[in-house]
């Protein structure tokens, strides 16, 4: 079984919907993570939660806002982003905060 | 400032020769981690290897390789004899022990193998 998920591995939406992207880990990690790829652009981390709480928050603007129900679950809830939003978004796992990170395949968001 | 410099961008070579992709890293942490990451199309990170500061002896892996250098703060990566499922996007990264273990990637290089 892969050892991260996520759902949906593609998605179109408008600046005014609603939207949410699920990370799903199958590995008895305690720590996840959201990254956002651009395009040119290194990867940035986004989100940190360790046993369900979150741990960092890298200065991501507020129409970004990440749920950790669970340390198998992660949510990243999105309202009214902007087309710059655009990006490939990346889940990860890892044992605790600072060892190694297993990723998802990623959620490719496209903002019109 | 970059932390981590992957100095080629792209790389493009025939089926069977070997590449070797630059990882230069900056820290003043003695305890650090390094780290190389595949990305193929599909998008997922792959992770390869992760090797810490303590630990300078060259790794092998199949048809991987790694180079730790501290002395010149470089930790390259070999393919040799690379095939076609190689081609991919590499990425080099460090966490510190300053920056709480966090991921700094570099801007990653793209490796075209040609059949």
């Known amino acids: 079984e892969t050892g991260v998920t996520q759902t949906p591995r593609h998605l179109v939406m408008g600046m005014t919907n609603k939207k949410s992207l699920k990370c799903e880990q199958h590995?008895?990690?305690?720590?996840m993570y959201w990254y956002k790829q651009s395009a040119k652009k290194p990867l940035e981390l986004m989100f940190v939660y360790s046993l369900e709480e979150r741990v960092e928050n890298n200065s991501v603007p507020s129409r970004f806002s990440p749920e950790c129900p669970n340390s198998s679950h992660l949510f990243l809830h999105l309202h009214t982003l902007q087309p710059e939003d655009s990006a490939l978004y990346l889940c990860?796992?890892?044992?605790?905060?600072?060892?190694?990170?297993?990723f998802g395949p990623g959620t490719r968001l496209t903002v019109l | 400032a970059q932390k981590v410099t992957q100095a080629q961008t792209e790389i493009s070579v025939v089926e069977k020769e070997d590449v070797t992709l630059d990882c230069v890293y900056e820290t003043r942490d003695t305890t650090y981690y390094l780290f190389w990451y595949k990305q193929p199309p599909s998008g997922e990170l792959v992770f390869l290897i992760r090797?810490?500061?303590?630990?300078?002896q060259n790794e092998i892996s199949g048809r991987y390789s790694w180079n730790f250098q501290k002395s010149t703060s470089s930790f390259n990566f070999t393919i040799t004899a690379s095939q076609v499922v190689d081609s991919a996007v590499y990425f080099c990264a460090l966490s510190e022990a300053s920056n709480d273990y966090k991921l700094s990637f570099g801007a990653g290089t793209t490796v075209t193998v040609r059949a």
């Open positions: 090797r810490n500061s303590f630990d300078e």
């Open positions: 990860a796992s890892s044992l605790g905060v600072g060892d190694t990170q297993y």
């Open positions: 590995l008895g990690h305690n720590a």
